[in-house]
């Protein structure tokens, strides 16, 4: 049996199928199991990973855990996870981990560093994920795109390898069901570094109208999305940008090792993608 936690999010969801597709014996642990439409064959289980007491009836009989990165929840979910049996674990860390530095930079990396690192010392089978940002963050443009060619946003420059949310859930898809991934550490980006000009530039060419980033001061975007982003992780996500603004953002080959298929390209995304804007 196989336990998905985050599967009603970007990630989790496409996993979640493509282990059912591949008729995994599959259950999920969300917070609000009657907030989602499940597959027939799925069994659901309410729990809070951030309450590792309430962790057991989702984890009895699981050997196989997809771990969703919840602040602080390490400990608590690798004492009830070797309690109750589990073998692996695939936790989708993010790309902002380093193992090079002994002081994580920024809250980000912190606390997903402290879920590997509970994972490392836990003696079960781990893979890590660490994705590079997400293509799916330029979902916070459809309220624009659909009222408008301006996308506003801060950093027109900042440079990324937005990744596919498919991509990632194939690579944990594979961790989860073979052999061979046990203390691999994944670092997952798209196939090209694209700045947010440039991505709205690509928004713009698979909708067939031109789209447009307006760049807007940093304080200004800050202080919108401060109604819904905690300050630490508005921080984080604000230095990232800063930081890459003019730089290249790197590259990697580890969705097609793993998953044997070239990471999808941004344009792919946006087609998969394009009813939402
Ligand atoms: N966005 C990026 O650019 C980026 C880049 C690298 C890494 N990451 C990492 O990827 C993760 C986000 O993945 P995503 O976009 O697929 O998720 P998402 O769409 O934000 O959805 C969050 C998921 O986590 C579950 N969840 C949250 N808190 C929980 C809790 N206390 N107990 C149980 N489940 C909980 C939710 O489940 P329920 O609501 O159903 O309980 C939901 O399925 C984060 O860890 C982030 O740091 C993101």
């Known amino acids: 049996m196989i336990l998905v936690t985050g599967a009603t999010g970007n990630v989790g969801r496409h996993v979640l199928d493509l282990l059912v597709e591949d008729g995994r014996a599959v259950r999920v642990l969300t917070r609000r199991p009657q907030n989602a439409v499940w597959p027939a064959e799925v069994d659901v289980v309410a729990g809070d990973l951030a309450d590792a007491a309430s962790l057991g009836t ?47 930079d920024g809250p980000i990396a912190s606390y997903h560093a402290e879920i590997e690192q509970a994972l490392r010392a ?6 890590f994920l660490r994705p590079d940002v997400f293509a799916a963050n330029t979902l ?18 900042a440079a990324a390898a937005p ?20 203390g691999r550490v994944y670092e997952l980006t798209g196939p090209e570094s694209l700045t947010h000009a440039e ?11 031109p789209i447009r980033f307006a760049e807007l001061p940093a304080e200004t975007v800050r202080q919108a999305m401060s109604a819904h982003v905690p300050a630490p992780i508005l921080d984080g996500i604000f ?13 990697t080959t ?7 298929r070239p990471a999808r390209s941004y344009r792919e995304w946006v087609l998969d993608r394009a009813t939402a804007f």
Do not use: N
Not at 122 to 127: A, K
Not at 239 to 251: D, I, L, M, Q
Not at 254 to 260: A, I, L
């Open 58 to 104: 989702a984890l009895a009989g699981a050997d196989t855990v997809f771990l969703f990165a919840v602040p602080g929840s390490g400990p608590g979910f690798v004492a009830a996870a070797r309690q109750a049996g589990v073998r692996r674990v695939v936790l989708l860390s993010s790309g902002a981990v380093s193992d090079d530095d002994e002081v994580q």
């Open 122 to 127: 836990s003696g079960l089978e781990w893979t």
């Open 140 to 157: 916070m443009w459809a309220g624009q795109t659909k009222s408008g060619d301006v996308v506003r946003g801060a950093y027109a420059e």
């Open 163 to 182: 990744v596919h949310e498919a991509d990632i859930a194939a690579v944990a898809a594979a961790a989860l069901t073979q052999d061979g991934h046990a």
């Open 199 to 209: 991505q709205a530039r690509i928004l713009g060419e698979v909708l067939g109208r």
């Open 239 to 251: 230095k990232v940008w800063s930081e890459s603004v003019g730089r290249a953002a790197p590259t």
């Open 254 to 260: 580890d969705v097609e090792k793993v998953t044997g």
